[in-house]
């Protein structure tokens, strides 16, 4: 598998690989799509980890860089949005994703990588722990839209 970090002409690519994520969701029209692909770029250090395997989409999870004024200064980061194509999963392109995220997130200095699933599922959890997470924290939420359903 190929990993690079996405650029502006991957998102319609992004866009149909989420639907392996959330089938139910929304789509955002292209204009909006790359308003916001465009504001994340501002997020310095932040970055959309493609994974492709012959030139087709497969992975990908977002990292966001968050500036921090605890641990002297320096930034933390969050992970949202991993996913791996349905015809692709059970293959390790998912943990080797979130590998690329984490160093890119050691690159940027930041002290620790987070991130939340709304998965209960068994198989959803020892992925994340296989993957090298640490279940050490309790998250909490706040939703303004109601969770995907079938987690």
């Not at 319609?12 to 969701?25: A, K, S």
């Not at 310095?44 to 968050?66: K, P, R, W």
Request: proline share 4%; aromatic share 8%.
């Amino acid at each position: 598998m190929h990993i690079r970090q996405a650029i502006r002409t991957d998102l319609e690519n992004l866009l149909d690989l989420y639907r392996h994520l959330m089938p139910e969701d929304r789509r955002p029209s292209k204009t909006r799509a790359e308003t916001v692909f465009d504001a994340f770029l501002k997020y310095d250090g932040s970055c959309i980890v493609l994974g492709e395997i012959d030139d087709q989409l497969v992975a990908s999870c977002t990292l966001v860089v968050v500036p921090n004024l605890t641990r002297g200064g320096t930034p933390y980061g969050l992970i949202e949005n991993a996913v791996t194509h349905t015809d692709f999963r059970r293959r390790g392109l998912g943990k080797m994703i979130l590998d690329a995220a984490t160093e890119h997130a050691w690159q940027n200095n930041c002290y620790k990588i987070m991130l939340l699933t709304g998965s209960n599922r068994s198989d959803a959890i020892n992925f994340y722990h296989q993957a090298g997470f640490d279940q050490t924290k309790t998250g909490f939420q706040k939703r303004r839209i109601p969770p995907r359903s079938g987690l």
